[in-house]
């Protein structure tokens, strides 16, 4: 065996590990090349809070893929190779810390983040169960009953999970009501029930949709709800709507409200929403992905005020908190609903026999098996900020959303898409180019209206000065939306952002 | 504006940043806190590959909860804490990478791919578009095509995404054979298909059931097939059981083999599965999120002969490949199918009129919206060892599990759970104690071993000096699954983990 065991590890050596751990001996290699890797992370964070830098350098796919090399092949490369790997990678990255970077809801980077994101990989575990993540099963506890305190149940009472993304956080409460109401489609199928549907604004978020679809409920079993000119849905709609499908036979079984829309910011009126749940005996559920956080802010989570009658919520801590991706939560009102409705009772993975409560292992309510951690960096910022540290970046990140709209509302050559103060940080405008904004023939001036938008913004991304994101919206043409989520930015970059798109689009 | 920004940027300061960056004259302050987080990080790492250290400083969760203060509140804490809190936090983490962690299929650490870890982590980006993640989405591509030249699909043709692990692969690929027979549920809901089935051997993992349970599709529409005393499904079985599904009225529309059991390791034989599911035309999955990787090694890669007739597989990098998680693939041979079942065309996120090839936007064929970068970790690990890198490190764990079977067969003490050499690293086997080995009466023998393991296991983990799975399986009581993905671990390790058994059982 000894022969077998020496060629072995000549192979690992050569092949594997470029003599790093645990190659024997490796602990200074491996010191000398993390650390390599580490000074060029510092170097890329410091540029990135630069305003001197270039968000992004930009570059179209073809070109992107022949400015390096990226092919896999079957030979190792050098370790010097693979830190020309990380710049490049870098190199070419958006900056999404950079304080002009308002493309997403998730933008900013915040160091002890960072710090926790690093620590959680090297940690390298699962969230499946107690044994194998101990400390991170008790900090996801802590923290799950911290945010229900939060939305206001009952001594934080309740059950949740962190999932990875919004998406499957809703479609996580989706399944849920469908089981408090028809536990019976778990073995049966929908097959077993009658035809369910579920009610969301019309400007809700099309995982409300992408949900219905993989669940077997289906889209056209999804009604979407008008929303007022502020994008709010409007709740005698959704109770017209509910009326009329229980008058077809149709069993209404979700009500999706949203606190923070996606392109408005717009939030629902919860307390009227929770009435006709109440009424009507349906799951209400919030998806509070984008405006959640809100719950932070003493000045504004009036915004969210009947979320405490909520059954179930999403809210993600990776967008307006900050926090690095990914990180979702689904909080649920009713104790013990996760784990029936998920459960398979998999003994090889969840031993009945264990040494320890086994009511810390939270992998069986998952409808994942692996999971990532994703509470650690949520949990350090937590301890780091305080709750009143969040609050102050929450209402930072607000104040400066005012701001720009105090200033472009009545600002020549812009238009706002909707009236009045924002209630999140989401500001909608059209940007009128000279060259359009005199135009008398409408429907020409909205056809040029229409391509403003994408050509500034294409112009933005190569100079790489800033990004910003656009859309249409019904029928209105192309506009900006813009959010702050980055508690880098300040009023210097909000007046910077109506310079360059001036700057950029006046030609136009 | 004046006064409002400096008190803005006074509470800035106070409360969100401990003058890290963004702060003004943050950088130092931010070089030392990553630094003294990498410096206790590295530390950590040193440390896990060393044997004379604990595997786990185990603690039961409410001593835990008692042994530092876990606890979130209101106001922020100093930096000085926040170290405080990442040494405890490692200090009670189990050490993944430890060469004698044997516990889950994942386990390990290596280095290019930590390193890649942080660099995703300081990248925070998404992957839905190209516009915020450009080379990300390029290496996803080009790395997914590689994996399906290797399946052996014609150029590499097809599709693929990366998903938050190997549960959520296997739901993809289920919602797929469902939209490719019945198109029309995406729209109008599991009403609209007649009853759906399908099969997957009994050995298989749950995340089938739990897939077909959230689908709607429901439990008892998965057909559990017989396996044979290695754990590999019986071809004559699955046919038995699609032609009675189909006696019945039932349209069987998804088959999913398993390359690699979790228990016992086996291999279904997936040439014969192929050659029942084109008969009877249903769409064919491989579950190899555990032996899919043996696809890397021109020694072991027959046991996977038939899965380039697949139309799909779960191939998860994360288990035997040893990537940090997570990183788990889903391969498909159909183009298109994933986009058009799954998109939405939310015009806010994917717009049509950007200046760049659309084609790169993943987000709309993803069950997520938001998606985390999982693909650099895996590239730059593949870049680092080669195809023949990773090759030798699978080699290399599939001798060692050899090697301990050979040990333990004809051992006194030890019994086989079954017979034969493994064709995974999963090695099955009782241990019995003395006082057990002896019992003649075999009820009493039985009810007395399957308490064996149990407390074997829970003593490896007060002494943390290994650790290693059980479970009970059917009708056989618990018995240890020794399982190798670390390549850490050595052939002295494997002696280890024999000598400390029996050490740690021998008065039981």
Redo the contacts between chains.
């Keep these: 065996?000894v022969t077998?065991?020496a060629r072995?590890?000549y192979?690992?050596h050569v092949?594997?590990?470029?003599y790093?751990?645990?190659a024997l001996d490796?602990?200074a290699k491996?010191?000398n090349?993390?650390?390599e890797?580490?000074d060029?992370?510092?170097a890329?964070?410091?540029e990135s809070?630069d305003r001197s830098t270039k968000v992004i350098d930009?570059?179209?796919?073809?070109e992107?893929?022949q400015r390096n090399n990226?092919?896999?092949?079957?030979?190792?490369?050098t370790?010097d190779?693979?830190l020309i790997?990380?710049r490049?990678?870098?190199k070419?990255?958006?900056k999404?810390?950079h304080?002009r970077y308002f493309?997403?809801l998730?933008t900013g980077?915040d160091?002890?983040g960072?710090?926790?994101?690093?620590?959680t990989?090297?940690?390298?575990?699962?969230m499946f169960t107690?044994?194998?993540?101990?400390?991170f099963v008790?900090?996801e506890y802590?923290?799950l009953k911290?945010m229900r305190e939060i939305i206001g149940w009952q001594e934080g009472r309740g059950d949740g999970i962190f999932s990875?993304?919004?998406?499957?956080s809703n479609?996580y409460a989706m399944?849920l009501a469908r089981y408090k109401m028809f536990p019976e489609?778990?073995?049966?199928?929908?097959?077993?029930a009658p035809?369910?549907v579920a009610f969301t604004s019309e400007h809700s978020?099309?995982?409300i949709?992408?949900g219905?679809?993989?669940?077997?409920?289906?889209?056209?079993?999804v009604i979407c709800i008008k929303a007022d000119e502020r994008g709010k849905m409007i709740p005698s709609d959704l109770e017209r709507r509910i009326i009329e499908a229980k008058q077809k036979g149709y069993v209404p079984f979700f009500v999706s409200a949203t606190a923070g829309t996606?392109?408005y910011g717009a939030f629902d009126p919860l307390m009227a929403i929770a009435d006709i749940c109440k009424k009507h005996d349906i799951w209400m559920h919030v998806d509070g992905a984008w405006g959640g956080s809100l719950l932070m802010s003493r000045k504004h989570r009036w915004k969210l005020n009947g979320v405490e009658r909520a059954n179930s919520m999403t809210w993600n801590p990776?967008k307006m908190m900050a926090v690095?991706?990914?990180c979702s939560a689904l909080l649920v009102r009713e104790e013990g609903l996760m784990q029936s409705c998920?459960q398979?009772q998999?003994?090889?993975?969840f031993?009945q026999?264990?040494?320890?409560?086994l009511s810390?292992d939270t992998g069986d309510k998952a409808?994942?098996?692996?999971?990532?951690?994703d509470i650690?960096k949520l949990?350090?910022m937590?301890?780091?900020?305080?709750?009143?540290?969040f609050?102050?970046?929450i209402?930072?990140c607000l104040?400066l959303s005012e701001?720009l709209y105090n200033k472009i509302k009545d600002r020549e050559g812009y238009e706002m898409v909707f009236d009045g103060k924002p209630q999140h940080t989401n500001v909608c405008f059209w940007y009128l180019p000279p060259g359009v904004r005199y135009l008398e023939d409408k429907v020409e001036k909205m056809k040029r209206l229409h391509?403003v938008a994408?050509v500034i913004?294409?112009r933005m991304?190569e100079y790489g000065t800033t990004m910003v994101?656009?859309?249409?919206?019904g029928d209105k043409v192309?506009f900006f939306?813009m959010v702050i989520s980055n508690?880098?930015a300040?009023?210097e970059d909000i007046d910077f952002l109506i310079e360059e798109i001036e700057r950029l689009g006046q030609d136009l």
Tied chains: 1, 2.
């Excluded at 092949?15 to 470029?18: D, G, K, Q, S, T």
């Excluded at 994101?469 to 919206?473: I, K, V």
Aim: negative net charge; aromatic residues 12%; proline residues 6%.
């Design positions: 065996m077998n065991s072995l590890e192979q690992f092949f594997l590990l470029n790093l751990l645990p490796g602990d491996t010191m090349f993390l650390q890797v580490v060029i992370m510092l890329y964070i410091v809070f930009f570059h179209y796919p073809n992107l893929l990226w092919e896999l092949s079957d030979e190792p490369e370790l190779d693979i790997s990380c490049a990678t870098l070419y990255a958006i999404t810390a304080p493309n997403q998730s980077l160091m002890v960072l710090a926790a994101d690093w620590l990989s090297t940690a390298n575990t699962n107690y044994e194998v993540a101990p400390v008790l900090l802590v923290t911290k990875p993304g919004g998406a499957i479609m399944l489609v778990k073995e049966k199928g929908m097959s077993s035809r369910l978020h099309f995982s949709k992408k219905a679809a993989a669940l077997g409920i289906g889209t056209e079993s996606t392109v990776h690095p991706l990914q998920n398979m998999a003994c090889y993975l031993q026999d264990k040494q320890y409560d810390y409808l994942q098996c692996g999971r990532h951690v650690f949990w350090l937590w301890r780091a900020k305080g709750t009143i540290g609050e102050a970046q209402d930072k104040e701001y391509k994408p913004k294409a991304m994101s656009y859309q249409p919206q192309n939306r508690p880098a300040t009023f």
